[in-house]
Nanobody, 124 residues
Framework: QVQLAESGGGLVQAGGSLRLSCAAS????????MGWFRQAPGKEREFVAS????????YYTDSVKGRFTISRDNAENTVYLQMNSLTPEDTAIYYC?????????????????WGQGTQVTVSS
């Protein structure tokens, strides 16, 4: 099990940028694939991005490709989500999640450990 804590959310104008961080503690961070998900009011939680245990491979949902970048620092036990060119449609609570497997999945049910979430609000 790994404990996760997100930070970096906030209010930003459309076109702006934010960098989310997720600090992990507990078992070896490098043994977990990591993902970012988001949930807007009245909507289901959706996949945003994921990164393999080594950090060498990344995956994105189509709506954020070219705008968001996921990365990790295994020495610092941290995963990041750099978000550029934000739009009001990106407004949501953003969660990081850990998966103790090398097989990459996009469904939330495939991730066992979750942070508490951080609010991102993009104004038009």
């Amino acid at each position: 099990q790994v404990q996760l804590a997100e930070s970096g959310g906030g209010l930003v104008q459309a076109g702006g940028s934010l960098r989310l961080s997720c600090a992990a503690s507990g078992r070896a961070f490098s043994s977990y694939a990591m993902g970012w998900f988001r949930q807007a009011p009245g909507k289901e939680r959706e996949f945003v991005a994921s990164v393999t245990r080594s950090g060498l491979s990344t995956y994105y949902t189509d709506s954020v490709k070219g705008r968001f970048t996921i990365s990790r620092d295994n020495a610092e036990n941290t995963v990041y989500l750099q978000m550029n060119s934000l739009t009001p449609e990106d407004t949501a609570i953003y969660y990081c999640a850990a998966r103790g497997s090398s097989v990459m999945v996009r469904n939330p049910e495939g991730y066992a450990d979750w942070g508490q979430g951080t609010q991102v609000t993009v104004s038009s």
